[in-house]
């Protein structure tokens, strides 16, 4: 443990959810119901905004309309590759994405169908270690998928919610990822999963931004230590 960090208490966490709330709200979002549309979605959002993601997604969905997922898993990869272009890094993307579809089918779970629906009826953990062992399915991936799509409880944590976090001392210093997933986890409220993530990420993009960020005009200026800010 790094010297002088202390795991926060279940008392300073709801100080932060409280001051958050105020500032952007309480977000309710029932789960969607799709966890293989996250799963790409997510997949699609790798080094590339939320626009040009939405795009690549909506191409791919219109490319391949039936049996949308199927016939992703069974085209060549670079009919993939042009219909998800507008996303970035398309070669990798197209590749990945066809390579879980067919891990997902070869892997035999939910009957042998193209489908996480299974997921559902899953222990959390259980679940985790299903979608991490995909391909290049992390456990970020894997909490979009449990949590956005299935109401699961699990919380991803991406670069805004690390860095903010960290800074406001709910990290360890140093932690990687795996312990910042465990680490959230353990201090988020229960069934606060999708509020705590989405406004720590909201805070992260409209005030503690990654080079300066704007202490003086942040609500939870007097209740954050800044660790990591120069
Ligand atoms: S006070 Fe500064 S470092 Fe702390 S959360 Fe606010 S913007 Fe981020």
Redesign the pocket.
């Known amino acids: 443990m790094a010297a002088g960090w202390r795991r926060p208490t279940a008392r300073r966490v709801r100080a932060i959810r409280d001051r958050l709330r105020l500032v952007y709200g309480r977000p309710l979002a029932e789960p969607h119901g799709h966890p293989i549309a996250e799963l790409i979605l997510t997949v699609l959002s790798q080094s590339t905004n939320d626009r040009n993601r939405d795009v690549a997604y909506l191409a791919l969905r219109e490319r391949f309309a039936a049996d949308t997922w199927v016939r992703v898993r069974d085209a060549p990869v670079d009919e993939i590759e042009e219909a998800i272009r507008p996303g970035g890094i398309s070669r990798i993307k197209s590749a990945r994405i066809k390579a879980i579809l067919r891990a997902i089918s070869e892997s035999g779970a939910g009957g042998g169908d193209l489908s996480l629906d299974w997921l559902a009826g899953q222990p959390v953990a259980e679940a985790q270690r299903y979608l991490t062992s995909l391909p290049g399915v992390g456990r970020k991936t894997a909490a979009c998928v449990l949590l956005f799509a299935l109401g699961m409880r699990d919380v991803p944590v991406d670069t805004h919610v690390a860095r ?1 976090g960290m ?2 001392g709910l990290f360890r210093p140093g932690a990687g990822f795996e312990e910042l997933h465990d680490t959230m986890l353990e201090i988020t409220p229960r069934g606060e999963e999708l509020e705590f993530h989405l406004n720590l990420l909201r ?1 992260g993009r409209r ?2 931004y990654a080079r300066q ?3 003086p005009g ?1 609500a ?2 007097r209740m ?1 230590p ?1 660790i990591g ?1 120069r």
């Open positions: 903010v800074r406001l805070h005030t503690c960020p704007n202490c942040c939870l200026q954050c800044k800010v």
